[in-house]
Nanobody, 124 residues
Framework: QVQLVDSGGGSVQAGGSLRLSCVASGYTYSVAWFRQAPGKEREGVAR????????YYANSVKGRFTISQDIAKNTVYLQMNSLKPEDSAMYYC????????????????????WGQGTQVTVSS
């Protein structure tokens, strides 16, 4: 069993930045960030594989968000810049031991492990 602890959320003004962190207690291969706003479905934001050579982003965050990892610390980060009010949501770290690429990376059912979530609020 792998436990994920995500953190780093907060309240910022539009145009600001936040960095989310996800620490895993064990081995995982695919690690992703999802978000869910009130009344909306959970959506994939970004995904990374070990070594950072394979990343995917939702179109809505490309050029603004960057997913990275520190393998030694078993930690994945989501650097969020140029934040917009529509980025406001609960952000969740998700992980699986399989190599999830293509369209499967953004499907919630692809991931076995989930963090508890961290709230991001962006004001205009």
């Amino acid at each position: 069993q792998v436990q994920l602890v995500d953190s780093g959320g907060g309240s910022v003004q539009a145009g600001g930045s936040l960095r989310l962190s996800c620490v895993a207690s064990g081995y995982t291969y695919s690690v992703a960030w999802f978000r869910q706003a009130p009344g909306k479905e959970r959506e994939g934001v970004a995904r990374i594989s070990p070594g950072g050579g394979d990343t995917y982003y939702a179109n809505s965050v490309k050029g603004r968000f960057t997913i990275s990892q520190d393998i030694a610390k078993n930690t994945v980060y989501l650097q969020m810049n140029s934040l917009k009010p529509e980025d406001s949501a609960m952000y969740y770290c998700a992980a699986d031991r399989r190599n999830l690429g293509g369209g499967s990376w953004a499907e919630t059912t692809s991931y076995q492990y989930w963090g508890q979530g961290t709230q991001v609020t962006v004001s205009s």
